[in-house]
């Protein structure tokens, strides 16, 4: 496949490094900065005061949270929050200071990108478990963002011992603000870790960082869009827009061959070349696809990878599967490819090849592999890889600690077919669904099973103060 960049951004790999509008510092044992770094920081502070008059008189800087391609966020203080009615967005009264995230927006990025995120957030007021919007500020060519500070832990300090408790409350806040975002026909393409603020302490996490977002809603979504075989017509088709299960529109299409066969002509203009990698193409002749490709690298779903021009809100869902899959095996990043060829292999390597070409030919495309331990994935199912890549989990989790670990699907035990530790599998399972017509919604997920207990606060404070964190303002 040719590589195009066709949104505002590029393919996310530059995004690994961008903050959200909401980020605030995860809880810092101490400041390693240095005396020089420091300085500078309060002098750029100094200059975004002065560049907008706006912001003097009503938020005072003081430190910089982070920064990344697109913007920077500084922790502010509110020098006038007891002027104004803040229970939409704080239920409770706060003495003393009041601190906000202060996103500032950089000069370079697109004024429709700038619009559009504010857009989004604007819409999003209100929502469960969404950053919110509390002021926006333009001055000339400088336009700032003003939400909560939110509290929170870095994801690499709890995600390898995280309980299933704690995945409960964690996925639970992330599925309530993606169905609210998703009721609202808006895809957020970025969801990863560092978008989602959590705070083991309290049990409540913010979506944040809708800079990537895509607005989908409009009477032009209904109509056919493109040669992908899972795309449906809308209601104008009477009965036809009925779902229909994808194998059935792919055996009238192709009765009796293969699915990498019913596409093979365009797999002729595959040549060899010595000092290529291997699986690139000398030449392809086939016209450029354009589809948004945004989001970042190791959360992007098959569709975006295959440049399908269909996408929905569904690759969200995707992402979270992926953050599920860190936390069960303990390994972040679990993918970390550095192109979308090489990110094509990685979920190759754990679905295998058939499984992949059948998702491929949904969006109208070819995938082909020489390499023979794609044939048949290393793994039988998402929960031989969790136990293989994770044998404690099974042991943590299992009534009887000392007892045997289940060697195999065959001989697994009893307990674990009806165990939260299966559920929460099984939850993955369902975000994780190649075909992307058949993976569960935020409000479907929100439903399952897994999602019946609670998560006990105490054992947070108990995480939080492992890790040697401040419980001030607790």
Known sequence: MQDEEDFEGGLGEEEDDEVGGEVSSSEPEEDSRSEGEIQAIGAEMDGVERAVPGLLGKYHLVDRLGEGTFSSVYKAIDLHHESFDNSSWQPQARKGKVYVAVKRIYVTSSPTRIQNELEILHDLRGA????????????????????????????????????????????????????????????????????????????????????????????????????????????????????????????????????????RPALQVMQQKGNQKPGYLKEDRRPNVRANRAGTRGFRAPEVLLKCP??????????????????LTRRFPFFNSNDDTEALAEITAIFGRRKMERCAALHNRTFETNIREYETPAHANLHSLVRALNPPLIVENSPDPYGPIPASEDSIAEWYQGSELSQVVDLMKRCLEL????????????????????YDLGLGRTVFREHGWDESGL
């Open 310 to 327: 269909d996408q929905t809100v569904a690759l969200d869902i995707w992402s979270v599967g992926i953050v599920l899959l860190c936390f």
């Open 128 to 263: 469960r478990n969404v950053a919110y919007l509390i002021d926006a500020i333009r001055h000339e060519d400088q336009v700032l963002a003003v939400m909560p500070f939110n509290r929170h832990q870095d994801f690499r300090t709890y995600y390898r011992t995280a309980t299933l408790p704690l995945l409960r409350s964690y996925f639970s806040c992330l599925f309530r603000a993606l169905s609210a975002t998703h009721n609202l026909q808006i895809i957020h393409r970025d969801v990863k870790p560092a978008n989602f603020l959590y705070d083991v302490t309290t049990g409540q996490g913010v979506l944040c960082d809708y800079g990537l977002a895509q607005k989908i809603g409009g009477d032009e979504w209904f109509e056919w869009r493109s040669d992908c075989l899972h795309s449906l017509p809308g209601p104008s088709w009477g009965g036809v827009a009925d779902r229909k299960r994808v194998q059935q529109k792919l055996e009238r299409l192709a009765p009796g061959t293969s699915f990498y066969k019913s596409w």
């Open 435 to 454: 075909d992307c017509t058949k993976r569960w919604t935020a409000q479907e997920c929100l439903e399952h099973p897994f999602f019946r207990g609670t």
